[in-house]
């Protein structure tokens, strides 16, 4: 078992932004000292949420600043990324973090529908543009004189530079909300971010993803490769004692 700590900084006015960002990067860099396996840095804009906004500029500063602990997503809202840049930005992460990326992905906000006004992206779209972002990022990772053409992409390029550092690509996990979206991605063989649940429905969740692993004929190495990047978000409460 593995330990990552979830980055969700709150700057209450547009004056504390500075201050709280410097002091997230503080807290990451002490995340790693302390020995946690992982920091999170999760995405939400204009309404101070998430203080540093861009999970994928923040964690360059996080990368330049560690040189142990994985940096993951959790997630990136790819409702508002052009999947092309997402991949060039992502690969050069990648690059500076020697292969410490982890790229953990959801279609947006559930329920702040001004962040896709603010993007100009129609709150009904996100989730079939998901499926279609996810396909061409990954596409852009591996794929030389690449010909696209989606219902909301259309692009051509000869090859992704740089390339990522971790071959064929940055692990891809998905956000998965719903036991529908976990079997989704069981059948795909793609690893998932299963939000704070309780302990039984958590356990139920994995039960059924990993059921449908077997199911959908992964041996059992890739079966166990896929678990161990499958990550499960918990709140806990640190003190003394359960009293205080």
């Known amino acids: 078992m593995r330990f990552g700590h979830f980055s969700f900084p709150i700057s209450m006015s ?12 503080t807290e990451l860099v002490l995340a790693e000292e302390v020995g946690f396996d992982a920091v999170w840095l999760t995405e939400h804009h204009f309404d101070g949420a998430v203080a540093y906004a861009d999970p994928v500029v923040f964690a360059a500063a ?4 560690t040189r142990r602990v994985t940096i993951g997503f959790a997630v990136v809202e790819m409702s508002l990324h052009h ?3 997402l991949a060039a930005q992502t690969a050069l992460l990648d690059n500076l973090s020697r292969g410490r990326l982890i790229v953990g992905t ?17 709150m009904d779209e996100g989730s079939e543009r998901l499926a279609e972002a996810e396909d061409l990022l990954v596409k852009t990772w591996t794929t030389n004189d690449l010909r696209f053409d989606g219902k909301y992409w259309k692009v051509a390029f000869p090859i992704l530079r740089p390339q990522p550092y971790q071959k064929p690509h940055p692990p891809l996990v998905r956000a998965c909300l719903s036991e529908a979206s976990t079997i989704d991605m069981a059948k795909i063989g793609r690893p998932i971010l299963v939000g704070s649940r309780t302990l039984d429905t958590v356990a139920s969740r994995i039960n059924s993803y990993h059921e449908t692993l077997v199911k ?9 490769n896929t678990l161990d990047q499958t990550w499960v978000s918990r709140k806990v409460f640190v003190a003394e004692s359960r009293a205080e």
């Open 106 to 122: 959801g279609r947006g906000s559930a329920f702040n529908e001004y962040e896709y006004v603010g993007f100009g992206v129609p």
């Open 83 to 85: 999947p092309v840049r």
């Open 62 to 65: 996080v990368a330049t600043r």
């Open 216 to 224: 959908s004929g992964f041996d059992d190495l890739t079966v166990d």
């Open 14 to 25: 547009p004056e504390r932004d500075r201050q709280v960002i410097d002091d997230t990067l």
